[in-house]
Every structure is written in C-alpha cells, then in structure tokens.
C-alpha cells in the first residue's frame, strides 16, 4: 500500500498529506497565525515604547516587588528573628530583596513577556527576531544587562534617542519593549 507521499511523487501531484492543494496548503498557513509569527504579522504598525512610559512601568514594578517583599518576607524575617534594620549589600534582607526583585523582572518577562507594569501601560518585551524569549535572553536582560544599565545610568537614557528605543539591555539581547493593541 502507497503512502500518499508516494502517490503523489509517482503521479506528479502537489498534495499535501490532508489531500490539499497548493493553493488551498498556502491558504491554510495564511490563516494559522502562530504567536511567533503574530508580531511580525500584525495589522498595525510596530509602536516602540519610549522612556516614560517604560519608566513609569519600572515604578510600578518596584511598587509590586516591594508589596511582595513587604507580605512575604519581612514577616518570615521577624518570625525567624533575623534582622530587619541592618542595611549592608550582604544584609539577610538586602540578599532576599534582591533574589525577590529578580526574580520577579526574569519570571514575568520569560512567562509572559511583561511585567506587571507593562501589562498595565499595554507593553511587552519581543526579541526582534520574532523568536521566544530564551531562558538566557531573560536572563541576561533583566539580571546582567539591568545591572549594567542601572550602574551606568546612560544605559537607560539611551531609550529616547535609539529609533526601536533599546536600552543597553535590550542592545545586548536583541529586544525592545513594544506598545501592545489591546
């Protein structure tokens, strides 16, 4: 018994294995949009989220890390008895902080994208070679690359000048943060 691959190298036919033609095979893909293709094939143009809107975004993910930060762990501290008020970089508290405030950037970003911040002010973060964020884009986004932003403050200045509004992080992992249709 012939598959239909077969059949159809035998008898010259394009069909695909669904018995669809070329036309009709090229009418389907059109019609299936996967999401790594959605941002490439959107209707509307592609609007780069600029400075103030990105850092209006921050402030509000700093307002939820430090929500989290204040439910979670500072009532596991107290029940634990370990100091709240020491204020080093190798604080308890300055280590869970951080664990917690990174956390929360590379999670969000890698499941979803966005952040909380940018889901409210309609952001999102895209590779700009419409593939999935990678678990080492995320990483180095929002760990190392927010680190050397954050330590050379001209790395989150440069968003208002560059034409797809890249911070140094985003230069590093070939992403930018974009304005989503809601």
């Known amino acids: 018994m ?3 691959e077969h059949q159809n190298e035998r ?6 294995p669904l018995n669809l033609t070329d036309n009709q095979s090229e009418a389907l893909d059109a019609v299936v949009l ?13 609007r ?3 400075f103030w809107m990105r850092f209006w975004a921050y402030l509000l993910d700093l ?9 979670l762990i500072k009532p ?6 370990i100091s709240l008020t020491e204020f080093n970089m190798f604080a308890p508290i300055s280590i869970a902080s951080a664990v917690i405030f990174y956390l929360y950037f590379v999670l969000m970003t890698k499941y979803f994208n966005q952040t909380l911040g940018k889901m409210v002010f309609g952001l999102k973060v895209v590779d700009l070679h419409n593939d ?5 884009t995320c990483l180095f986004r929002e760990w190392i690359g927010r680190f050397i932003s954050a330590t050379v403050i001209v790395g989150y200045l440069i968003v208002a000048f560059l034409p797809k509004k890249q911070g140094l992080h985003d ?12």
């Open 76 to 81: 596991l501290f107290r029940v634990l008895d």
């Open 11 to 16: 008898n010259g036919s394009k069909e695909s």
């Open 34 to 46: 996967t999401p790594e293709r959605a941002v490439v094939e959107q209707n509307w143009p592609i």
């Open 48 to 50: 780069y989220a600029g």
């Open 63 to 71: 307002i939820v890390v430090g929500s989290i930060e204040r439910i």
């Open 132 to 136: 999935k964020l990678t678990w080492g």
């Open 171 to 182: 230069l590093f992992t070939d992403t930018t943060v974009i304005h989503v249709e809601r």
């Open 2 to 4: 012939e598959t239909i």
